[in-house]
């Protein structure tokens, strides 16, 4: 399942299997793991890379009732505010890229406990 939506949005951005590894910063080898099912597994890191270079949401990809929604990036005043406070905190960048994967985590079993699974 994974496989095929990452492969369905690959197709559909024109990409080729390597032009997403090198944007996803992954070996091609992996990506074609995934895409064929022989890794139905990936980690939550290699899968925001995935994600991310698509233009989509980790959610899309490993929800099979969730719709794709083109991701919008945008950072409004707001944002930079809070960005700019938490990296005067001594905030880095690994630590939002952190903090982002186990909120990702933490929605992610919630809708898992929520399907009733």
């Known amino acids: 399942m994974i496989g095929d939506r990452i492969k369905e949005m690959r197709l559909q951005k024109r990409y080729s299997i390597t032009r997403l590894a090198e944007k996803a910063q992954i070996s091609k080898s992996y990506l074609s793991q995934i895409e064929k099912g022989l890794n139905s597994n990936p980690s939550l890191q290699m899968l925001h890379k995935i994600a991310a270079s698509l233009g989509t949401s980790v959610d899309y990809l490993i929800d099979e009732t969730n719709e794709h929604v083109e991701a919008t990036p945008y ?22 890229i952190e903090f982002y994967q186990y909120l990702s985590f933490k929605k992610n079993l919630q809708a898992v406990k929520d399907s009733g699974h």
């Open 75 to 96: 950072v409004t005043e707001e944002w930079m505010e809070l960005l700019n406070k938490a990296i005067g905190q001594g905030m880095t960048k690994e630590d939002f």
